[in-house]
RNA sequence: GGCAUGUUACCCAAGUGGCCAAAGGGAUCUGACUGUAAAUCAGACUGCUUCGCAUUCGGGGGUUCGAAUCCCUCACAUGCCA
């Protein structure tokens, strides 16, 4: 990720217009279950809290699930909160129980490893100035030092296995083939351990995470309320999905991160763009800071001119510059201009064509390269077979004239700088830059 | 530890000796229609030197002219028993 994402925090502000913090993020969907409402409310209207969520290192960067929790840290963090960012260092090493299949356990120099990345990736989506400045932790540092008896006398006895048992994660995989390991099912207590150390040291007061996270949420509480009788709070945030039904934050199968080596800002933009219309007001909402009163514009725009796409460019606009800061943002926009525009390729000069070209996968040839191999060398498709396929299936183009023949080589197809446009379908592209 | 059952392509799931590269559904991809949208319709969806060949049905070994299908064994999972 660029360095770029904090120049936008000091333009981040919540909506005047709502009385409270607790409404706006009601108004704006990020509440799906939490604990007593008319409690929380009065909390987050009060004097500043400390809260936290947690990101558990199983990649070298965030996505854009985890988008939806630090824009809800920020929000809060808007109203005078006080943000813990915990990546947990230790739980990672665990792995949260997935609905399917129990996971893969990575050793931990590389765990170690991305919670480097993952801090990085944190603090910048929150401010780190004034009283209430993010504040990084690391479950690892209070797990560590703990010997296993410690562990099952001074926190197994406040858990019941009964009630470990109900937990949605872990019935659901109970009640499948796959089953469950001893060390996913405690990861509950691991995550409940974290709350508590954070009620006592930093008295962290609540709790955000995805809905799915419910039942690790409220073990945090549970435990809090047994070890030392308090009351403290969580916010469960709804799982984001397609109006039709497919999973959001993937793109051909794969998931959207926040770093820009796993994602470019240009694939990035692209996502955002083609939202549907269905979805895009709800995404305003969770992923910009756009006031109601621009949101409600851009709910009419759907509604009354959808051809021209504004609620999606504006979206994509907002989301790229957050997470890459402004001069991506324009370079992925004039790549999406240039690439997308009506005009003919041949009509562009070769800066801006190259320009472009740089911002898509590309790879540097000569001449004499076939079709079929440069549609494998730019990850266009995943074998030599698939290539002829899509050729023979029409889905392949260069420079926008679709090609026919799965033996044609690149020859002089080019375009101005001694480049070429590959595409599959209608909008996955890549550049060629031909070696002389 | 014992007995039983199960492990099929990205996911779910048929198939129980040849007609199986393996039914069906979902996801995905391509084409048509469009607005770089949705819905719909059509096609594709292991690989390759592609009218053919190679390699797949948890791993390994075996029986057979021939196995995803039978046998042995290992791993993992689920259930019951201890």
Redesign the pocket.
């Known amino acids: 990720m660029s360095a770029t994402a904090s120049e936008s925090l000091s333009a981040q502000r919540n909506d005047p217009t709502f009385d409270d913090v607790w409404d706006e993020i009601n108004w704006r969907g990020l509440v799906h279950v939490s604990t007593n409402a008319d409690e929380l409310k009065a909390l987050l209207a009060g004097p500043p809290i400390t809260y936290y969520c947690g990101f558990d290192p199983t990649a070298p960067s965030l996505h854009l699930g985890n988008l939806v929790q630090l824009l809800l840290l920020r929000r809060l963090q808007l109203a005078g909160h006080k943000p813990l960012g915990l990546v947990g260092g230790a739980t990672g090493l665990i792995g949260d129980p997935r609905p ?3 996971r893969t356990l990575n050793d931990s120099e590389t765990v170690a490893e991305w919670v480097q990345y993952l801090q990085a990736q944190v603090s910048k989506f929150l401010s780190t100035e004034g009283d209430n400045a993010v504040r990084m932790v690391n479950n690892l540092d209070w797990t560590s030092p703990m010997s296993a008896i410690d562990f099952l006398r001074d926190v197994g006895k406040y858990f019941r296995v009964g009630t470990m048992l109900k937990k949605e994660a872990v019935s659901a ?9 001893f060390t996913e099912f405690s990861y509950q207590v691991m995550q409940g351990m974290d709350f508590l150390e954070l009620y006592r040291t930093r008295d962290c007061m609540l709790q955000t995470g995805g809905s799915d996270q419910w039942g690790n949420l409220t073990s945090g509480t549970d435990l809090i309320h047994k070890a030392e009788g308090a009351s403290a709070h969580a916010i469960g945030t709804p799982l984001i999905t397609n ?5 959001f934050g ?4 794969n998931a959207i991160w926040l770093d820009s080596t796993m994602t470019s800002p240009y694939a990035f933009y ?1 996502f955002w ?8 007001v709800q995404r305003l909402k969770i992923f910009t800071f756009l006031s109601r009163d621009q949101i409600t514009e851009l709910e009419t725009a ?1 509604a009354d001119a ?4 504004e609620a ?1 460019k504006t979206l994509a606009f907002e989301v790229t510059s957050l997470v890459h800061g402004g001069a991506a943002t324009e370079a992925a926009i004039a790549a ?2 240039a ?2 525009g009506q005009g003919e390729l041949s009509s562009l000069d070769a800066d801006t064509l190259a320009a472009a070209l740089r911002e898509l996968r590309h790879v540097e040839t000569s001449a004499e390269s076939t079709i ?1 191999q440069l549609l ?1 060398d730019t990850a266009l ?10 050729i023979s ?5 260069l420079n926008n004239i ?1 090609v026919a023949d799965d033996q044609a080589t690149l020859g002089g197809e080019l375009l101005p700088g001694n480049v070429a446009v590959l595409r ?5 592209l890549a550049g060629i830059f031909v070696s002389s």
């Open positions: 399917t299949a129990e995989r109970l009640n499948s083939d796959a089953g469950i390991s109006s039709d039904g497919t999973k993937k793109s051909e199968g692209q763009l083609n939202t549907d219309d269905a979805d895009v759907v959808p051809f021209r796409r999606q999406s201009a690439l997308f079929v494998v498709v995943s074998s030599a077979s698939e290539a002829r396929r899509a299936q029409g889905g392949v183009y679709a599959r379908g209608k909008k996955t």
